[in-house]
């Protein structure tokens, strides 16, 4: 088994702020292999798709070889339940999520870093396919941002869990096509109720959108 | 200009409940256009590009093939200010979003229909690009899914407006791979402020998140 398989074993345990030195990215980094390199290509074609002229562009024939590149990943897909086991295996970070996967192109995708104070951050800049209100990132992308940050901040602290309860205050519209950080951190632990705080900001800091998320200690279980 | 292009005029005003037959559709519906035949299919590439054997698969000629595609889209593409004006040309209802867009390989997509009792619904299968728990959809996803569906039943109710709030409680994991009902109505409007509730339920009624929004009459203008 190589370096360009997901098979690869996980780390067995997920870094938390007491073990783990700072300032260390706590997301799946992009690798130079070619599931990475297929799926930052299909970003780039979501994103094309979405400016290219409707009149210019050849998209009949675009159309058709996507189909045909389809039907070539199609062909080489094991039965769902199978891929599930080997997407899920081992106990660390995923590759797959849709906010900071390398292998989800519909993640930005968002990398979170962890810091001394328990909080994590992250930048991102996010184009036309997150459009909400002209010119702005929509509304549900953030709160999917700021949702999976807190799981992640969450994991930081040493603890996890599921959503129970988000909720999301929008300040003002967040801006596309300008960096973005996105951050967060757990607040309050009460047994198996955690409860964590983050906010989108722009660069010059201006608070954007705040989160307050509600999470239970229990967890699907991974699929052996 | 042909009927390929987004530049087609959209209809002059939203439909509401008042004014509007029930039972139709108030998302854009895809076309049997070059666009909507290319996003679909990019749209088949992303959930195969995280089901395909990672050892197996030429994954390497996929990357390239999708840059070669990126890089024609790209060359075809105007300036992104100029995109914009043509993406918001007209008054109606759009075809870029990420949730119910079929010019957007991101969303699922997620169509609407507009109740009599002015509720609005829609039935959506969601696959592995949204997952969040094993076999389960993300969180955010179901946050994202929820904020577009407020906003379009505000406007079959006759109201328009910026989310301000968004309320999201999780009551059990939601499913990936089987029919989900996403539905959402205005309950109440008070000046500039409204109301709006919505929920996820499996088609067997099992309600899995359910959301209360508030928005705020004021909107991110066109760009012209």
Known sequence: MDSMTS?????????T?????????????????????????????IDA?????????????????LDSI??????HAPVVAERLIDMWRGEGVTRHDPVTGPENAIAPPLALTGRADGSVDGVVTLTLPYQGPPGH??????????????GVANAWSGRSGATAQLNVRYHRPTPLFEPLTVSGRMVSEDG??????????????????????????KRV???R
Chains 1, 2 share one sequence.
Not at 201 to 209: E, I, M, N, R, S
């Open 7 to 15: 098979a690869e074993p996980a780390p067995e345990s997920v870094p």
């Open 17 to 45: 702020v007491r073990h783990s030195p700072a300032d260390i990215v706590l997301t799946s980094e992009r690798r130079d292999v070619p599931v990475d390199r297929a799926t930052a290509a299909a970003r780039r074609v």
């Open 49 to 65: 798709l979405l400016r290219t002229d409707r009149a210019n562009a050849n998209l009949d024939r675009v159309a058709e070889e």
């Open 70 to 75: 389809a039907d070539h990943l199609e062909q």
């Open 137 to 150: 990132v929509h509304g549900g992308v953030a709160a999917l941002l700021l949702d999976h940050t807190l």
């Open 192 to 217: 198996r109720k955690i409860n964590s705080t983050g906010a989108v900001h722009t660069a010059d800091g201006t608070l954007c959108v705040s989160v307050e998320g509600l999470f239970i200690d």
């Open 221 to 223: 279980p991974r699929p």
